[in-house]
């Protein structure tokens, strides 16, 4: 008998929308042993943080998220504890007004960063992780209007990870004019995305995190994340900029230990 398998794949950018959907793909056919199944995908989009944290309720099976999100802080369900994209979400470039850039060249420490103001859409997780390391932050509206906003100085900048921030920018910030990406800074907090599954489908669950492992084992999984992101470290020059680490309060027990590698 065929699996029906729900996957929510909304509130994000379409460049994790593609690799956490080939990345699920890959771990079920690394399963198929466990049964034949078909996968239905959902990109809508929930402003609202209720909305989200009741994706289950709302027909959804499994979904990626970063590990202890708030949204999902009271609801039951089961966390698949391995880290999805390298920890690749932590590392934050800044998008800024072309007129402002030698301003934040000019930056050398944090507390400089943490006196301007960063935008970041209503219900991201990572809004109340900046709030808690001193950052000033303008939670509000929507990320297809954060660039509007940013553009029209309710806040100095904004900050998305290096696996989103290309596309990001093509897409939204570019077509505006005078903002850019900005060349020299970078910050940096643990923030790994991982797979949350229904609590009920625990079965589901175990199938995932085996095809997972079984692509680690084989290398498949490396393959994959290159050829989404494998020259992003050069690209955008990561190793060279001046980072600025934050602390993320809201990581579970188990993942309190997790760091990103991938500059190693």
């Not at 929930?46 to 999902?72: C, H, M, Q, S």
């Not at 095809?211 to 992101?229: M, N, R, V, W």
């Amino acid at each position: 008998m065929m699996e029906i398998i729900d996957f929510w794949n909304g509130n994000k950018s379409e460049s994790r929308q593609g690799y956490e959907l080939e990345l699920l793909e890959a771990c079920l056919c690394a399963s198929e042993v466990n049964g034949s199944y078909e996968l239905r995908i959902d990109n809508t989009d929930y402003p609202l943080a209720e909305d989200e944290g009741n994706i289950f309720r709302n027909g959804a099976d499994i979904l990626v998220t970063v590990a202890g999100n708030v949204k999902f802080r009271n609801r039951e369900k089961i966390v698949i504890s391995r880290p999805l994209a390298k920890g690749l979400l932590g590392y934050r470039l800044l998008i800024v007004r072309s007129e402002d850039a030698d301003r934040f060249k000019g930056i050398k420490e944090m507390r400089e960063l943490q006196e301007l103001s960063i935008g970041i859409p209503e219900t991201w997780a990572d809004a109340d992780l900046f709030r808690s390391n001193q950052f000033s932050v303008v939670e509000k509206g929507s990320f297809e209007e954060l660039f509007h906003r940013l553009k029209g100085r309710e806040f100095d900048y904004t900050a998305l990870g290096a696996n989103e921030i290309e596309s990001a920018f093509n897409e939204h910030a570019q077509p505006l004019g005078g903002l850019q990406i900005e060349p020299s800074l970078m910050i940096y907090y643990s923030f790994p995305l991982v797979f949350y599954v229904h609590p009920d489908k625990r079965q589901l669950a175990e199938r995932v995190e085996s095809g997972l492992q079984a692509l680690i084992d084989s290398g498949e999984f490396d393959d994959l994340f290159a050829k989404y992101h494998g020259d992003i470290v050069e690209r955008l020059n990561l190793k060279n900029r001046r980072t600025f680490t934050l602390q993320n309060p809201v990581l579970p027990e188990e993942m309190m230990d997790f760091r990103s590698a991938l500059l190693d």
